[in-house]
DNA sequence: CATGAATGAGCCTTCATTCAT
DNA sequence: TATGAATGAAGGCTCATTCAT
């Protein structure tokens, strides 16, 4: 049994080499740059291996689609059990959207390239099952808190507003500002020295002007960003300072 | 000379063609999914005709950049140009970058390809020079309204507050929201009913956080956006709208 | 008249011009070198007036040995009219093909292009005519003069030596002295400092090794050498000096 | 290990019967003449299969010539291990060169295409140390055998002789009657019986011509002939007779 | 299972030739 | 007659995928 396991384990290992292999190429290039030629050579496994662990270039698109969505669902899941008011839970929700953005800028990009290429019909059925069960996990976290809230009288909407909003708000931002930090090279010449501290403040904005209590200024949010950075994303904070 | 004129048209009509089909191959497939052999394909041209255009696939590629950056230089420009304070002139280049991105939400995808790809080097020096001088004149004016509002004290920024925060701030809502509304196809799912005025509201609030005098409450800024709307950009909307 | 006469040097002149063009095309890049798009570029013609003089590619090839097979052609016409003896009158024509390979020392890749590629049938009956009769006319005059030498006594032959293996001597180091001349670039470095000079001496042997009286030792044939470089070809001599 | 080297040894006949198909294509039609759509076509294989075993055209011209230039190192080799006087030896350089034109009288013509055309930058660094040291080989050989020459007192050159001059003629001569021989298809018409005949004749009075002893007069230069046709050359004889 | 040779569709680009103006 | 846009057949090369060993 223990063969057997070393075995799988081996086969799991080469499966993630192969997934990070195929990320740069997929992102650089779009979906007709990831080539199966370039993994084998850069790997140095034959062609045929690649394909015992991927029937086609598509698995291998949504393989890396469903890791990236699976660590955000994580990310979602322990932000969403931290300890707190509920304002203090949708900021951890909105610090694990930052912590997936940085981490991961490139998943919308991925997002985009699965949809825009007609690759979703060429997937299992097993890996889009995957796929969208993580979807749906997430829409439930955030639904979630939503109900909390509005039970708890944290928050009261304006007519027309609806707590989703804030989501995209704060989803809105952080997609805008990673992508334009990643796509412009001319930020410096256009005099922005630190976009991700011009980032967190139009988050912080945004989030007072849902009128979700306690508002920014009647509650100490740094030291709550600085719990939830301590308590719920030790490592992830760690990983992105580096 | 009638004749003439004629066939120059034709050719120029062609040309529009070209790159009208091209744009989508580019933005939905990337640099390697854009084929010449599609174009010709899809416009039912022979392939030595698209060639008679465009010496290879990379002058297609700048010249579509070519053509969103020079609309956006013509937004800016006319912009710029609005009669008003410079909180109402900033307002309407924000009202600019939103007509911008709005009515080209892939420019930024179409940047970044040709970011990525070495695209550039092969380039005639011409259709690089074109676009260069676009660049430096969107840059330029950005600049002159900013120097104009801190000139006429409508504009003091706290320690290290830059005024070009406000130009990333527009920007990168613009941006992070067009990019999500256009990727995503489950708004709706999440709640997001009506994604342009969420966005709408998260610039109102951008701008007066940088204290950019008359704040939104001191003045009615609906009332200019309706003129920057009805006044400068009355097209745009329309096109927009529809 | 004279209007018609310029109209028809006009066409002469570009006539010439396009085969001036097309020669280093053909003679650098083989067949599939020559490039009527070239042609026309270079030129600054449309290609429809390229059209207009040549029906075809190959016509311009067959041009092309046209020219150089009518040098060919007078120049051995004016060497087989040198006023001496037999042994004097090969010599010049012997003259007269080295002359013509050093002004045209890419002829026999033309004629290797012509008879490699299926040229020939493509071209014009007319054409046709012009090259074989050029031919046969070059033929005829050396047949002459051997004829001439054999009635006058000044050759007699051995058993199984006939007249022409003179004329093939002659033609064949010509040919292959220039041939590794022109193809080789390590002729220093194997030690050649000048390869005419050795190209000469081997000539005299041949003529000398054929019996054709008088021989070399027995007339000054460096006298009658410079007599037909004077007399003769003084314009070749000065081209092929400079 | 056989099934290894059954493979091994498949690929190597696909690869020569590859390059046995490139060479009338390249020898008839130039650089361009030679593609690797009819070199796939006329073997059967798929343009892929081509490209497993030469990973451009250029490198396929580059393995052609390597084949024929090993081949005439090989004839240099074994011509200069032919025990005799140095006369003999360059007498058995000389046959080997003219075993190697026979046997190969396209060759100069290879060498052409590979310097007219710019292939030589894009093979690999492999192949060309190859086709280098082979050219360095000969080279050596032949300045070798003159240095014993002229170190046993066999040679002494007139001023401004230099032994390499017969190296020249040699080749020349051998390079010019063959190239005739391929080219013209009116030999018979010119009267040229037996070109190879005349050929040699003009080989043995250039020898003579530079004074190595003893001249061919002085010894049985066919004797010698005949002995290293049969203890160097035999196959190859028997070959070019056929 | 692993390998890597074979396949063939597809891509970018060139070019001889035609033809409407 | 001159022009030059349009055509479409190649050509060099890449790459996803298959399959015999």
Known sequence: MSTQSRKQREIQEREQRILETAWPLLIEQGYLGLSMDRIAETLQYSKGTIYNHFSCKEEIIIALAIQTTEKRTRLFERAAAFRGTSRERIHAIGSAATIFVQLFPDHFKLEHIIRSSSIWEKTSEKRRTIMRSCERRCMGIVGGIVRDAIAHADLTLDDGIVPEDLVFGLWSISVGAFSIITTSDQLVELGIQEPFETYRQNVHRLL???????????????????????????????????
Chains 1, 2, 3, 4 share one sequence.
Do not use: M, N, Q, T
């Open 208 to 242: 007072d002007g849902f009128g979700w209590r306690p508002l920014s200024a009647d509650y100490d949010s740094v030291a709550v960003d600085d719990r939830i950075r301590a308590e719920v994303f030790p490592e992830e904070f760690r990983a992105i300072s580096a």
